[in-house]
């Protein structure tokens, strides 16, 4: 009897047990809301002077391989001029995509890293996310000059006319030449092909069967929407509606026009006539095609460069040329790519928001840009950066680097080669993919990327909606 | 040697090898030179022993204090489960009480909840948690504690353990009780020896379960510290998509202990494992 | 003595599931917190799209393509190991050996064997003669490619599970019949299968609940749910709602894991209803 009340008493209790923790769970979650409002405004330097001991900051970043090296040794640099008074943990999150993906859940966790490194597409939604301090207002309230950022980088990375992030590596799209593959199939690798067209009459003949079999393709590139991105910039014509979003928020994407089509047409018959391989989606195996020198040609970002000089030595001669044009008669250029440095406000002590703009400087320097530009292939973000004996050493050796210099200086800003700013461009990269996909795989072209252009409406919709509310 | 003896044989060795053969191209990747791994056409024979891999796999991932995370994750989840199991099997089968089929009716229904179907309100919940001042999923310990909050216990281990359980005589428990052993010393002296090999199966169950969660820890570490070993291999395939040798020494690394347990302990695992299946 | 359990049920399944049922009713802001109530509108929206209908086709198909060859594999395996064989020590190691690999471990050796590029499965192929064959990049090839990888990762579990059932069967039975004449796979038709009943009948629903449960190799082998969506199951389309591709639809996500345990229950119920009668229990 006694036993019988004594269970009922402890089943009363652990009922009561959940209910307190099930209401602490709610009240936990509705916390993370109020702050966010706040902590946009960028602190004075005496936040981080008047902190006692280490201040500790976390930086999340989507680099690996050379460039995950490169980013630790930044770390390590950082950390030893800063040492007891700043520690920086470098945390790789996986790509951009991921990267984005666990910085929003971080939001909603309330634990968001101190500085993330966010790609170029991801801007939009960053600055509407209401999560960071705009490094321009650390630097207006320190006075420091932003001047050496490379203007068109700058111009890039300024929305509404202020600097929000801190540029950091910036790439552009190349195209990868396999030296000895040109010139056995007695080609002239001094002259690259410089449009979609000449890559197919080229690839045609570099692509060797043996027995039925492709041992060597001409061409290959993943199925990436930054290829699309580019390649739509290249032909001056615009990605988004409204001026690529900068006259107003934009309401559609314009992959599903001409330029897109005769992209995913291209695509298609390329697949289709074996001058290339479809290695799907993930960028990692379209590189390990072009790394194990399969391939003769390759579109990849600049910053590829340094994994893909590790991995042909000995092997093969990598070279680059300019990316290619849409069409031979187009006039734009490409688009500045890569990613920049936000520096997180709301739930971040003041000292925490110094220190992390004390590394984003220092990311930024000279130094480290030069450090950065040879470790990687990225461009020096600092235009100073380039004047650097070690710098200039670098490219004397690799030449190849100085494609992609050129290639930035040359591109003159306009609305087409900024990019489409759009809330969610990483949504539209993604299905501008699914589109190019299914015409490789034989849909119609034209049908394939409408269809894609068409998925990424209610998205868009979606989105302006929240933003506006 | 008859015709059908021979197609015996030729059926079970092509099935074998079959079967065996991922096995052998992880450990024989492992040891090969990053030229030959990606050459073409493949060489599937290892010239000598390169160690390169397996330096790699070691100084470059943070592969140590991923297996201390799992060790740690999948111990706490299988000694939680163990204790909670036993004292709930133990009140199913020899309290009397109101409401106890119905009780055991609903913790069956909870293992025909599917976790995926759980999983993002339990994800809101227990980041929303604070530990100390701060989110719970922001400490190191926060974060183990988090990986195996949802999964100290477990109906499955309860249901395994009220059947062993209910074998046990009544006349026996009766008489040990008016010797004056209580629940407690009745459960640790005579119980659970008694039990030992349902517990062994349910230890056992629960920990290749545990040490094979994909789901929950992808959502939960966020730096490579504090990820699980799954995690920390599924990554390494990400990041090192050029090496696979380097992947593939990751790989034989991470199951070790698990290769372990079914080479050695096999006739454990037929046991524990089919315990479900065998009523 | 139950409170442990009951506390952690309680707050991590009874209460979640009540939770899934309110999320889905729910909208979802940038980063994927709750927000206004919508009612139905996740509901309406998933069973009207052609999406869906596409995701629920390739959950079926995962099911029957890793139940089936999963299940019967392992049969024919444990049969032939019942010819009297020499070695049968070592083959049912051998089979057993997946069994140590888990989801994670076994998806990243399928994901380098299958590479578009350098994989040994093409480079093996070619050998042969055969050209490349996109394994995970072919919509045709993938889903196949991804459950080839569940069908070994689980072949070692039905093997020691199946073993394990033929071992409890007594030998008088096969003396038995053996005297009678029927040897060999006379014997193994009417005697050993129908005598392995339970244990395939459990492995079936087992394995069932699990392909449906699926998601590790999904997700480590393609990611992004495959070429043409052609590996978006249901549950990789929870976790793709709810936390890929920059999405964070709590909402629509939930209303998915709704649908995913009413068909979990709904399998659940028909295989217990259906081959559970047929079953012989000693």
Redesign the interface.
Known sequence: MRSVRQRRTATAAALLAVVALVAAGCGGSDASGDNASSGQDAPGADALDKATGVTKITFWHGMKGANGAAVDKLMKAFNAKNSGKIEVTAVYQGDYDDTITKYKTSVQQGNTPSVVQIYDIGSRFMIDSKQTVPVQSFADKDGYTLDSIEPNIANYYSIDGKLNSMPFNTSMPLLYINKEAFVKAGLDPNKPPSNLDEIMEAAKKLTIKQGGKTVQYGFNAAIYGWFLEQLTAQSGTTYCDNENGRKDLATKVNFDDEQGVKIATWYQQMVKLGYMPNTGKKTDDAQAVFKSGTSAMHLESTGSLRGYLDAAKGKFTVLTAPFPKLSAADTGGPIIGGASLWVDGPGHSDAEKRASWEFVKFASSPEQQAAWHTGTGYFPINSKALDLPEDKAWVAQYPQFTTAITQLHNTKPSNASSGCILGVMPQARKASEDGLEKAVLGTDPAKAMKDAADSIKPQIDQYTKTVKK | MTA??FI??A??VL??IA??F??Y??IA?SIMAPGQ??S???DLFPHGLFTGNYEGATSTTAIGRQYVNSVLQTSVITLSQL???V??A???VF?K??GRTL?FG??LG?L???????????Y???????LGG??L??SYAGTMIALV??F??N?FG?FLLRQSFLQFPTELRDAAVIDGCG?WRFMRRILIPLNKPALMAVGLYVFLAA??Q??WP??IG???NRRT???G??????????N?GL??A??VL??LP??A???FG?RF???G??A???? | MLLPCVVIFALFIVWPLGKSVSLSLHGSDLFGRPDAWVGLQHYRDMLGSAEFRHILWVTFAFVLLTVIPGVLGALLIVLLLEQHIKGIRIFRTAFALPFAFSVASASVIFATIYNPAIGLANGLLGRFGVDRIGWLTDPSWALISVAITTVWMNIGYNVLVLSAGIGAIPTEINEAATLDGAGGWRAARFITVPMLGPQLFFLIVISTIQSLQGFGQIKILTPEGGPEQSTKTLVYSIYHTAFANNASDFGAASAQAIVLLVILLACTAIQFGVLERRVHYK
Do not use: K
Not at chain 2, 112 to 122: D, G, T, Y
Not at chain 2, 233 to 242: F, G, H, M
């Open positions: 059908g003896r015996t044989y059926v079970l099935a074998a079967v065996i991922p096995v191209y992880v990747g791994i990606s073409y056409p493949p204790i909670t199991s004292l709930a133990y009140a199913f309290m009480m109101w009780l609903l913790f909870t025909m909840v599917p976790w995926e179907s759980i999983v993002l309100p339990n809101l919940t227990i980041t929303g948690w604070e701060q989110r999923t922001a909050l949802p100290l216990a109906a309860v629940h040490w094979n994909f789901f992808l959502l966020d730096n490579a070993l799954q995690i291999i599924s990554q390494l395939n990400d990041v090192e998509a050029a696979p992947i593939l990751g790989v991470s199951i698990t290769l347990i079914v080479i096999q695992i037929v046991r494992l089919t479900g299946a065998i009523r």
